[in-house]
Structures are given as C-alpha cells and as structure tokens.
C-alpha cells in the first residue's frame, strides 16, 4: 500500500462527524521510497491535503 492508497481508503470509510484519531507507524524502513524520515513526513503532510482536503 501507498500512503495516498490508505488515506484514500480513511476518507472513503471514516465518519468525518465524529472526532477521531488515526495512527500512522511504518512498520519497517522506507528508504526505498523516501530519502529520510523528514521526507516521508514532508511527503505525508502533503498527501494529507490533498487526499483529505
């Protein structure tokens, strides 16, 4: 999965009315598709907009 693939799946499934909470923790290193930490999180933050609005 992306991190596009899952917030997609979050705005899809989630009832937006309620105040909730969602944790993200990557379950093993992502070098393969991000530089560094701050680049994932750049990365996310920017999704999180897009995606979500």
């Given amino acids: ?14 009832d937006f009315s309620k105040e909730q909470t969602v944790l993200f923790s990557p379950a093993t290193s992502s070098f ?5 930490f701050e680049h994932r999180g ?3 933050k920017e999704l999180t907009v897009k995606v979500l609005g």
């Avoid at 999965?1 to 989630?14: H, S």
């Avoid at 393969?32 to 560094?36: L, P, R, V």
């Fill in 1 to 14: 999965e992306t991190l596009e693939n899952i917030l997609d799946y979050f705005k899809k499934n989630m």
């Fill in 32 to 36: 393969c598709q991000f530089k560094n």
């Fill in 42 to 44: 750049n990365v996310f």
